[in-house]
């Protein structure tokens, strides 16, 4: 079964900047494909991050992070980042990129957080 990484994650001050990438293990390309990320912290319930349409088409964001984050491909590496700026105390959580191999993605009407194919996840954390 083919499995999506996700990387980038770590520490950073309040205001601060990181950029979190999604690949397929041992390789292969995105860049056809949907790809959302979802993000969940202790004792809260999974929050769609917002998602990309499939060879460079549109985004969409959650309004908690839209202005401030950005998905983007990376066409050489065939994969997906996440670049997330002015990061806040409560962006902290376990960010997850996943997808259902579908063309395009429909934020509202079918959000990440339900895609079927996800990875393992890497941890945010923003310090005050």
């Known amino acids: 079964q083919v499995q999506l990484v996700e990387s980038g994650g770590g520490v950073v001050q309040t205001g601060g900047s990181l950029r979190l990438s999604c690949e397929v293990k041992?390789?292969?390309?995105?860049?056809?494909?949907?790809i959302g990320w979802f993000r969940q912290a202790p004792e809260k319930e999974r929050e769609a991050v917002g998602c990309?349409?499939?060879?460079?088409?549109?985004?969409a964001y959650a309004d908690s992070v839209k202005g401030r984050f950005s998905i983007t491909r990376d066409t050489n590496k065939g994969s997906v980042n996440l670049q997330m700026n002015n990061l806040r105390p409560e962006d902290t959580a376990v960010y997850y990129c996943?997808?259902?191999?579908?063309?395009?993605?429909?934020?509202?009407?079918?959000?990440?957080?339900?895609?079927?194919?996800r990875g393992q996840g890497t941890q945010v954390t923003v310090s005050p």
């Open positions: 990309i349409n499939g060879l460079g088409g549109g985004t």
């Open positions: 996943a997808t259902d191999w579908a063309p395009a993605c429909s934020f509202s009407r079918r959000p990440p957080t339900e895609y079927d194919v």
């Open positions: 041992g390789g292969g390309q995105l860049d056809y494909f949907a």
